[in-house]
């Protein structure tokens, strides 16, 4: 890796790679997690809101790409950032938008799941050619 914007590539693949394969393998327990969330009420949003942010703010700082594939990345990030701070901002949205993933059936995760391991192993093919 020759710099820090590939770096940030490989680890967001690496995360959407990871992050499809759970939801293809365990639809249920990701639904489960969702309920737990969800029943905190406005906190479970801020906590699911935190992780979204800091991710979202750590792509969009050091991948601000915008011509290719990279732009998968940096898309990923400011849709990240964006979210966290709508779910910090109004956890009402938030715990709505969670009630809406549970009622996804398991299917619905898993072609999410699909589309993320895709998404993964396109950025990492484009990031290791660098």
Same mark, same amino acid.
């Given at each position: 890796?020759?710099?820090?914007?590939?770096?940030?590539?490989?680890?967001?693949?690496?995360?959407?790679?990871?992050? $499809?394969?759970? @939801?293809? /393998?365990? +639809?249920?327990?990701?639904?489960?997690?969702?309920?737990?969330?969800? !029943?905190? &009420?406005?906190?479970?949003?801020?906590?699911?809101?935190?992780?979204?942010?800091?991710?979202?703010?750590?792509?969009?700082?050091?991948?601000?790409?915008?011509?290719?594939?990279?732009?998968?990345?940096?898309?990923?990030?400011?849709?990240?950032?964006?979210? $966290?701070?709508? @779910?910090? /901002?109004? +956890?009402?949205?938030?715990?709505?938008?969670?009630?809406?993933?549970? !009622?996804? &059936?398991?299917?619905?995760?898993?072609?999410?799941?699909?589309?993320?391991?895709?998404?993964?192993?396109?950025?990492?093919?484009?990031?290791?050619?660098?």
């Amino acid at each position: 890796m020759e710099d820090l914007t590939t770096a940030v590539e490989v680890f967001v693949s690496i995360n959407l790679i990871a992050l $499809g394969l759970s @939801y293809i /393998l365990q +639809p249920e327990a990701w639904k489960e997690l969702l309920s737990r969330i969800q !029943s905190r &009420g406005p906190s479970g949003s801020f906590g699911f809101a935190f992780l979204a942010l800091g991710l979202g703010s750590f792509i969009v700082a050091f991948h601000n790409v915008w011509g290719g594939v990279a732009t998968i990345v940096t898309v990923y990030g400011w849709g990240a950032l964006v979210k $966290g701070a709508l @779910y910090l /901002l109004f +956890p009402g949205f938030g715990l709505k938008r969670i009630a809406m993933a549970l !009622s996804m &059936g398991a299917g619905l995760w898993r072609t999410a799941g699909a589309l993320a391991m895709v998404l993964g192993v396109v950025v990492l093919r484009y990031a290791l050619q660098a």
